[in-house]
Nanobody, 115 residues
Framework: QVRLVESGGGLEQAGGSLRLSCAASGMIYSINAMGWYRQTPGKQRELVATIDSRGSTNYGDSVKGRFTISRDNAKSTAYLQMNSLKAEDTGVYYC?????????WGQGTQVTVSS
């Protein structure tokens, strides 16, 4: 069983930075890829960034050049470095782990960027 615990969300001014963490416990060795998604009212959950087992990354168009996803296998943790934050980045950010049998989701962490 994989458990994902997110942290690092909070309030930040436009132009500022936040660093989200997603700590995975359990079968981290079974995780093929991890990703960050965000949810805003009235919108479909949106892909923010993904990283696979080899470290290959993919980003949503709206965050390219500003956000960086990474992972530390020794700590079983994925990160999302969020720079140059914009008000439109506000939302609930969810960590996702892709395992062979199913996907796992974190509880979500609120990110609010003030204008």
């Amino acid at each position: 069983q994989v458990r994902l615990v997110e942290s690092g969300g909070g309030l930040e001014q436009a132009g500022g930075s936040l660093r989200l963490s997603c700590a995975a416990s359990g079968m981290i060795y079974s995780i093929n890829a991890m990703g960050w998604y965000r949810q805003t009212p009235g919108k479909q959950r949106e892909l923010v960034a993904t990283i696979d087992s080899r470290g290959s990354t993919n980003y949503g168009d709206s965050v390219k050049g500003r956000f960086t996803i990474s992972r530390d296998n020794a700590k079983s943790t994925a990160y999302l470095q969020m720079n140059s934050l914009k008000a439109e980045d506000t939302g609930v950010y969810y960590c996702k782990a892709v395992a062979p049998s199913r996907d796992y989701w974190g509880q979500g962490t609120q990110v609010t960027v003030s204008s």
